[in-house]
């Protein structure tokens, strides 16, 4: 849909069904990146924006946390029978192409039942071949038309299945050639990178590195990445590890990061030792993310962002708020029992 009045676009982002506020985040921040100051519409997991740049590309090839985004192409409220008579088939064609394939779905957040949904996705199939003569293929289609009931309106979207979620591999294991179990997974360490804003070229600082989780996937987003840690057989795994990464530099430095030795970075995104399985050398946790964070804030010239990750014990919203620090974020992800995380962004 377009408005009258400038170029912008009307979009929509379907986040996973579970942990919402991350998932939330996370297409914010991404969305963030390519509109700035484009605020995203929540209805429970879907949301929508407009936008003067095709942002679906980017959202597909970076989030983790959304199963499909796409353009949306029409909006009718009142009972569904408006959308059948409604759906020119001018606008039918601008969705789909004749030389394209294509299937019909249906998304239900108002608990429309299923025969309804089967018949809606049937009818709108019909009336897009009658416009298009296009045909339909349920199993690979070139384009997937989304219907999506909401409690005050119905609407059509082209939909995109997120590339980066149907190639992501979310083990460490199975994605890097050394494992330790203090490292971070892949799917919140680009979950971090994207909350932190991470672009290609752009220099992710992490001085917790251990054995690279999160360098890693800020490797893989084309970024350069600066690793430090105590632990120096950690760093001999980081550096086995991140030289998977062709495309990308990085520099590993065994240090201590309650004295941080450098500032060229543009984003700090780090996990400090809060488990059992990564040692603290002596130092309680809290004390040395206070350390951290002092230092760090100390030494930063607002020119990006830190994205820390944390257990809900270790209170890290109130370490930066005793700083005189405003947290840009704070998130939660109940992990088990005994362990909730606890995420947030500082501009530094
Ligand atoms: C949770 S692990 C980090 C995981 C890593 N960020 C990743 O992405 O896979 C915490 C790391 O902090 C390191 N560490 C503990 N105290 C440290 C300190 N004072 N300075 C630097 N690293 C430290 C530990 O050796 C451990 O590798």
């Known amino acids: 849909m377009q408005n009258a009045d400038d170029d912008r676009r009307a979009y929509f982002v379907l986040t996973i069904g579970e942990h919402l506020d991350l998932a939330r985040a996370e297409q914010e921040s991404l969305v963030s990146l390519v509109s700035s100051g484009t605020k995203i519409e929540w209805k429970g997991q879907i949301g929508f924006f407009d936008s003067l740049i095709y942002p679906i590309s980017f959202l597909s090839d970076r989030s983790v946390m959304a199963k499909e985004s796409g353009e949306v192409f029409y909006s009718c409220s009142g009972p569904l029978r408006n959308l059948f008579e409604s759906l020119e088939g001018d606008i039918l064609r601008t969705i ?35 416009a298009t003569k296009a045909k339909v293929n349920l199993e690979n289609p070139d384009v997937k038309v989304l219907v999506v009931f909401l409690s005050d309106s119905t609407i059509v979207c082209k939909s995109t ?74 760093l001999r795994g980081a550096k086995t590890n991140l030289s998977e990464r062709r495309s990308s530099q990085f520099s590993l430095i065994q240090g201590d990061a309650r004295q941080l030795p450098l500032t060229g970075y543009d984003h700090i995104v780090t996990d400090p030792p ?66 909730t995380r606890e995420i947030v962004t500082l501009d530094i």
């Open 161 to 234: 299945v997120s590339r980066l979620r149907s190639q992501f591999r979310y083990k460490v294991r199975e994605t890097l050639p050394f494992f330790h179990p203090s490292m971070m997974n892949t799917r919140l360490a680009r979950v971090l990178c994207n909350l932190a804003g991470v672009m290609p070229q752009d220099t992710v600082f992490d001085p917790f590195c251990g054995a690279g989780g999160i360098l890693s996937e800020a490797l893989a987003i084309g970024a350069n990445g600066i690793g430090m840690d105590l632990n120096w057989r950690l």
């Open 96 to 130: 789909v192409d004749k030389r394209e394939t294509f299937c019909v779905r249906t998304l239900s957040l108002a608990g429309v039942d299923t025969r309804t949904r089967l018949q809606t996705e049937s009818h709108v199939g019909n009336l897009i071949v009658q």
């Open 274 to 339: 809060y488990g059992r399985a990564s040692s603290t050398r002596g130092s309680a946790a809290n004390a040395l993310v206070r350390d951290f964070l002092e230092t760090s804030t100390r030494l930063g010239r607002k020119r990006g962002t830190l994205c820390i990750c944390g257990s809900t014990e270790m209170g890290i919203p109130e370490l930066i708020e005793n700083l005189g620090l405003v947290p840009l974020r704070r998130l939660r992800l109940r992990v088990h029992k005994g362990l």
